[in-house]
């Protein structure tokens, strides 16, 4: 399972939603509905567990993750600029 279907996979499972009716890959999440502040901080967590990132304060209030293509892209730089924890 690539990056994005992982993503993908958590965001349905989690706030049991199907992409591609009303809500799309690049839906507003918040705006649909579908997540909320509570969930957007389940949604770093993960992605710092699931691709070992360092994700800081700054970018998490910058409300960037919108859309479930904004997530991915944000994912895909952290990983190509290396911004990952270090494994011990």
Request: with cysteine.
């Amino acid at each position: 399972m690539d990056r994005t279907q992982k993503i993908r996979q958590f965001v349905e499972e989690r706030f049991l939603i199907d992409f591609g009716g009303e809500v799309t890959a690049e839906s507003d999440l918040f705006k649909a509905g579908v997540i909320d502040s509570f969930g957007y901080i389940q949604l770093m967590s993960f992605l710092e567990d699931e691709f070992s990132l360092r994700i800081t304060d700054e970018e998490i209030l910058g409300n960037i993750f919108v859309s479930l293509d904004g997530i991915d892209a944000f994912v895909a730089a952290k990983l190509a600029e290396g911004d990952v924890l270090c494994a011990d």
